[in-house]
């Protein structure tokens, strides 16, 4: 696949500079002599694809840099980018030990980059058996992590697998969603081509939301897992919302990841508190909006975004008006917008405006970002696949769907969660797929 | 009331040597030149033994290599230096210059030449000439020069090592004290050789035979010498137990025993508390200052007086060698004392080594299944290690995306760490062998608690003796 679509755009790398630089080997090799070694360590617990954390830091300390990158690729084949998205701070460095003893935990994250990294730079890919050993034949719809994983698993095991994707790169979130100074789309793409020399296939700009599709697809292979995460982020379903000028917070990061936003002005308001409107809001200021609000109908300790996640958003000059909900978007001179907006007050859960509170914020931008939307279109289409609020339902164990022929996993069954929840999911499914056949051979 | 507090002096060790404090620096580069030394006694070194005295030598480049463990650099130190590789009268001169400057301070000539009666004779009368106040003999130094039939050459063989002891006294006014190699099946021989020769007294330990590493591109170990290394002696922090050993087997030791300096692997003073209990007069020091500077020495002295002061111990001699008698024999110990490990539940992290020692490394007597007694009368069934790791790879693990999942994973339980990651001792199987209080990362967690209570006590000697004392010893 080509690259072409991403950008290696001086301006943007310099303005979305990785927050946590890589570790030098001699600082990765102290950090890594912290670790205790704990027994069932708390940190492979806490981790959805059990990463064998003790295992892979301390092959970095002995210098086995090859072993500890397997070590990460074995439980989870994006360990890479997840050593640059994970939430850490909820997960294995929040679960470490050491901060029982006052001491810093391991830094969990930046090591398993350190590892990726080498094995990255000596150009290898993971072993796996021989391609076809197993005669399972697998379509994975989605590009995104859950696909990638269940992909890469099946074709590590022996089995066919081909990733089935609508945008022209492969990815998902990771190449399109995730701010850039965490993980950049070239880094995504490049994890998706270890992933490729896996035997994994790709037909990348399909679009399968027909039924004559699906059918084909049913036809041409054994089963078929559902990676398709959510759909369009949700409307704010106020009048104006379809003006220029209004942009979800996910097309704002798609756009400047793939180089067709490469700058803003004035003033940006961000409705919503969640992870991904704070990195809309964050690449907003980036972009050069000198006034970036976050917009929010609850209170300071409502949101949804990590508490790491709210700081940066203040360290990088994101202001707050908690407590306040949009009501309308007219337009205004010079190709402005105004943004109505009320403030609001919880009675017995629920939110109503306070008498008098009514004011128009005068802005250049208005973000959208209150959570996506589930996939109803595609999911309709869908036989015997049972649909609740939105979401597939699937066993979290296995990623069985109603429909035998059907798995599912990542975000279009948990509604919405992290890179290595995806990962955990679709590589479960991989491996009760190639249960189904052990049974279905014997 | 005026506090004279503890009086950290040396007088009379060897019968005649004095110093301001027990902290001498070992002969080694440290001591080679008189420039250095008085550098050492500003910074507060009580004595300096010289770097060893000899015709001089040709050193190779390349010298030292260290042996580093878990981040930390120098736990042990290795070197293939000779002696001074300076004139005689070189340091002679100097040695006269640092006497006549620092009279206070005890300045110990090393002394090696080959072996005749007659340089040992003439070595030994230039450097009392000079204002030594003791002469160390080095019958220790274990490569290099014992090629040469010098060094541990001669420490290796007690008819040597004591003849030429004796040829030392011949001419010697000063304390003569002999340097003892650990490289020999048992110190005390050389220490009795060295005790009938007439020494006044000893240094022990020196260097231990090594080779630290080998690097793994070249295959050459280090220090790499153009390609080829040679067999080092081994000194720093990983050899004080070799040393304390040797200290207590030469101190218990009638036919050996005579005033002692302690050596290896002495860098703080606590070390050098121990070497004391054990009977040590003075210390030496030599890899501490090579990694850290001689500026080391004013904590070793402010230590040592701070814990005298706790201790009410009003001069070394109140403490020196009160632990020689707490070591024996093994037949002497009491069979019947009985420790168990108890785990303090509000201190413990959870990172559950103990578990693992216990069950790979010991006698499968902690565990995580928190079960109170016997189970299954005295045998107990507990999972094992790798079915307890499957268990956690088996359960699903998700983000905690929410508030409220969030407070569900971190909300706190009674104690600190959640209770299913705190293990529990079956002190019914416990052997009180202690491994779990070493492995344990964190201070006073785990407390091995006497539980022998009204048993009398019984030693291996009592219990074997009882049929057999009869029939002789």
């Known amino acids: 696949m080509s690259t072409a679509a991403i950008p290696d755009d001086e301006q943007l790398r310099a303005r979305f500079g990785e927050l946590k630089p890589a570790l030098t080997r001699q600082a990765a090799v102290i950090e890594a002599d912290r670790c205790l070694n704990c027994f069932d360590a708390p940190c492979t617990g806490a981790c959805p694809t059990h990463i064998d954390v003790p295992g892979f830091i301390k092959r970095i300390a002995t210098g086995n840099l090859r072993g500890s990158a397997l070590k990460i690729l074995d439980a989870n084949i994006l360990g890479a980018s997840c050593a640059r998205v994970c939430p850490v701070d909820v997960l294995c460095e929040g679960a470490c030990v050491m901060v029982r003893q006052n001491r810093k935990p391991i830094q969990i994250a930046l090591l398993q980059r350190h590892a990726m990294d080498a094995f990255w730079a000596a150009g290898e890919t993971p072993p796996a058996k021989a391609l076809g050993s197993e005669t399972l034949s697998v379509a994975c719809i989605g590009a995104g992590p859950a696909s990638l994983a269940c992909a890469a698993e099946l074709c590590r095991q022996g089995a066919r697998a081909t990733i089935i994707e609508k945008r022209e790169l492969p990815g998902g979130l990771n190449t399109y969603g995730v701010a850039e ?125 990590f508490d790491f996640e709210y700081e940066h958003a203040k360290q990088e000059g994101v202001q707050f008006l908690w407590r306040r909900q949009p009501l309308a978007i007219r337009g205004a001179a010079h190709g402005r917008l105004l943004l109505d907006t009320v403030q609001v007050q919880e009675v017995a859960g629920k939110l109503l405006p306070l008498p008098d509170s009514q004011y128009a914020m005068e802005c250049d931008l208005v973000v959208p970002a209150i959570g996506q939307s589930p996939l109803a279109n595609l999911l309709q289409t869908l036989r015997g696949v049972e649909v ?40 479960r499914a991989a491996l009760a797929m190639l249960k189904t056949t052990e049974v279905i051979n014997v | 009331m005026f506090d004279i507090g503890p009086d950290i002096s040396v007088k009379g060790f060897a019968g005649k040597i004095d110093s301001p404090n027990p902290f001498w620096l070992a002969s080694a580069p440290p001591t080679n030149t008189g420039e250095m030394i008085m550098r050492a006694f500003d910074a507060g070194w009580g004595g300096a033994v010289w770097k060893t005295i000899g015709e001089p030598v040709t050193n190779v480049s390349s010298r030292y290599s260290a042996t580093d463990w878990n981040g930390q650099r120098i736990m042990g130190f290795n070197n293939i230096e000779l002696i001074s590789d300076r004139p005689v009268e070189v340091n002679l001169r100097e040695m006269a210059e640092v ?35 003791g002469l160390e003999l080095n019958f220790g130094c274990p490569h290099g020069m014992s090629e040469r039939g010098m060094g541990s050459a001669v420490g290796q063989v007690p008819e040597y090592a004591q003849m030429i002891t004796e040829w030392v006294k011949e001419k010697a006014c000063t304390p003569v004290l002999v340097k003892l190699t650990p490289n020999i099946t048992d110190i005390r021989a050389v220490a009795r050789a060295a005790k009938r020769g007439g020494a006044d007294g000893l240094s022990a330990i020196n260097t231990i035979n090594s080779i630290t590493g080998i690097d793994l591109d070249t295959f050459v170990p280090r220090p790499n010498v153009d390609g080829k290394s040679s067999h080092g002696g081994y000194c720093g922090p ?236």
């Open chain 2, 99 to 133: 006497k006549r400057r620092y009279p206070k301070h005890a300045v110990i000539a090393s002394l090696m030449v080959a072996s005749n009666r007659e340089a040992w004779h003439d070595i030994v009368v230039r450097a009392e000439d000079a204002g030594a106040d």
């Open chain 1, 181 to 305: 100074y965490k993980l950049r789309a070239a880094d995504s793409v490049r994890e998706v081509e270890m992933i490729r020399n896996l035997g994994v296939g790709f037909r990348c700009g399909v679009d399968v939301r027909s039924m004559a599709a699906l059918e084909a697809l049913e036809k041409e292979f054994d089963l078929i897992f559902l990676g398709v995460g959510l759909g369009a982020m949700q409307r704010l379903g106020i009048p104006g919302e379809d003006r220029d000028g209004v942009m979800n917070a996910l097309e704002l990061i798609a756009a400047y990841k793939t180089g067709h936003l490469k700058e803003l002005h004035g003033t940006v308001v961000v409705v919503g508190a969640g992870n991904t409107a704070i990195d809309a809001a964050n690449a907003a200021r980036r972009l050069g909006a000198e006034t970036v609000y976050m917009l929010y109908r609850r209170s300071e300790g409502d949101i949804s975004a």
């Open chain 2, 238 to 473: 990983a050899v004080k137990p070799i040393a304390l050993n040797m200290v207590q087997q030469i101190l218990a030791d009638p036919e050996s025993a005579l005033p002692l300096s302690g050596i290896g692997g002495i860098g703080t003073w606590r070390d050098a508390v121990e070497f004391m209990l054990l009977g040590c007069g003075t210390v030496q020091v030599c890899t501490a200052v090579m990694h850290y500077g001689y500026r080391i020495v004013e904590d070793m002295a402010e230590g040592l007086e701070n814990w005298m002061r706790d201790k009410g111990f009003r001069t070394i001699e109140d403490f020196r060698g009160l632990s020689v008698v707490k070591v024996t024999e093994w037949k002497h110990l009491n069979l019947n004392y009985k420790i168990v490990a108890r785990i303090d539940e509000q201190k413990c992290i959870g990172c559950d080594l103990c578990y693992i020692a216990c069950w790979d490394g010991a006698h499968q007597c902690i565990h995580l299944d928190r079960v109170t007694g016997p189970v299954d009368g005295h045998v107990e069934l507990h999972r094992t290690p790798a079915e307890e790791d499957a268990e956690s790879r088996a359960r699903l693990a998700v983000t905690p995306v929410t508030r409220k999942e969030r407070a569900a994973v971190f909300g706190q339980g009674p104690y600190p760490t959640p209770l299913a990651r705190i293990p529990r001792v079956d002190e019914t199987e416990c052997v009180g062998c202690n491994l779990c209080s070493c492995v344990c990362p964190v201070e006073s967690c785990i407390a091995m608690v006497r539980v022998d209570k009204d048993v009398a006590s019984e030693t291996w000697e009592e219990r074997v003796g009882q049929g057999t004392r009869e029939q002789g010893n």
């Open chain 1, 388 to 427: 609740k609020e939105g979401r597939i339902v699937a066993d979290p164990m296995t990623g069985r769907t109603a429909n035998p022929k059907y798995f599912a996993a990542g975000d279009c069954v948990n509604g919405g969660r992290e890179v290595v929840d995806a990962v955990a999911g679709g590589k």
